[in-house]
């Protein structure tokens, strides 16, 4: 698929996307942030270049909890950048936090922010025949596990805003039919208006890089290519762990080799205090990417993650229904019903179950991890 696809204007103005009781689903706020290392640092010594990648990585792994936070590398694909932090958050404020916190660390000091792109996620007015829920999915930003990553930002020009929208979804059927020839290419659009310099962020996923470049080139070709204004410059990210993604960067490695006769140990994420976090309670937090519903039923813990199956509703604010069977989560928005336990789909539309988590109370510390 293409940039333009997911334009929003006034002819549908909706912030929001009903759960079916009346109570909104709110967009994301997503920020990618481009950072290039000063030289410098590399004269430091082994030992210092160690310790401040440790700390950087340590002060980033605070804000898990409050955002969803993808690192990769441009090493060896740009040479105004060197590292990507993708983050997506339910307010402004935590990219706020993050990025003063950066700052104040030693290697923090050596990294300029040399591009920063602010957008949030909205609903297409644009008909998608083939997956009418599809631009309801695009009020959720869900990473995939997919290797590369390619970043640009976009802006028509102001004819295209001059033509009508029966024009205008003319060109956007072409454009959707080229998209779904690379069905290995994820697209994910973001908006800036009135955030950010540019109209549109866009972000690839793919395993393959020559299919990005192959959907590219085949856009070209199409007419509503005609009103683009800009769609550079093009970041080519590489998907890596955040201490990977620094000792890309030079210096003594501090990430911990895996291997494979190793088995791998589960990755905990604190939640907060179980005395905070009552019988019928329930919260979203990020754990290893993933966005994770966390629910308090009569004193059993359960952790799933947090979008359907199906459109990715937002199961943290679904029904909570106990049985003698079964406890289960209807999804608000086209009510998939799901095992809390297992994740199963236990009535509805959806046709895959969803990822359970761990749960562990340590003193009094909720921690969710990898089941």
């Known amino acids: 698929m293409s940039s333009f696809l997911g334009e929003q204007t006034k002819q549908r103005p909706q912030t929001t996307v009903p759960n079916g009781k009346g109570k909104p689903t709110k967009r994301q706020y997503v920020r990618f942030a481009f950072y290039k290392l000063d030289p410098e640092w590399r004269r430091l010594s082994p030992e210092e270049q160690a310790s401040q990648k440790q700390e950087l990585v340590e002060t980033i792994e605070t804000f898990n909890r409050r955002m969803l936070l993808r690192p990769y590398t441009l090493m060896g694909t740009r040479s105004d950048v060197e590292l990507l932090l993708w983050q997506i958050a339910e307010s402004i404020e935590p990219f706020q936090e993050l ?8 290697m923090g000091s050596y990294l300029t922010l040399v591009v ?13 025949r083939d997956n009418p829920n599809e631009d309801v999915e695009r009020l959720i930003i869900s990473p995939s596990e997919a290797k590369y990553l390619f970043v640009y930002p976009f802006v028509k020009t102001r004819s295209w805003y001059q033509m009508s929208l029966e024009q205008r979804q003319a060109m956007m059927d072409e454009h959707i039919r080229v998209g779904r020839k690379y069905p290995a290419v994820k697209l994910n659009t973001t908006y800036s208006f009135g955030l950010d310099d540019q109209e549109f962020v866009v972000a690839f996923e793919t395993d393959e890089p020559s299919d990005f470049l192959d959907l590219v080139q085949e856009l070209r070709e199409t007419e509503a290519s005609v009103y683009t204004l800009r769609d550079t410059p093009l970041y080519s990210g590489l998907r890596a762990g955040l201490a990977e993604s620094l000792d890309a960067l030079g210096g003594p490695k501090i990430a911990k080799p895996v291997s494979q006769d190793v088995q791998i140990q589960p990755s905990w994420t604190e939640v907060g205090s179980i005395a905070d976090f009552g019988d019928g309670a329930r919260k979203v937090i990020y754990h290893n990417g993933q966005q994770v519903a966390l629910f308090n039923v ?31 989560v209807t999804c608000p928005w086209h009510y998939a019903k799901y095992d809390l336990a297992t994740g199963e789909v236990v009535d509805g539309i959806a046709s895959a179950p969803v990822a359970t988590y761990s749960v562990d109370v340590r003193d009094g510390v909720i921690f969710v991890g990898n089941a």
């Open 99 to 106: 990025a003063a916190a950066l700052v104040t660390t030693r």
């Open 116 to 128: 920063s792109y602010l957008s949030q996620t909205k609903r297409s007015i644009y008909e998608i």
């Open 298 to 328: 009569g004193g059993r813990l359960y952790a799933l993650n947090n979008r359907c199956s199906h459109a990715r509703g937002p199961l943290s604010e679904g029904e909570v229904q106990v049985s003698p069977e079964t406890c289960s």
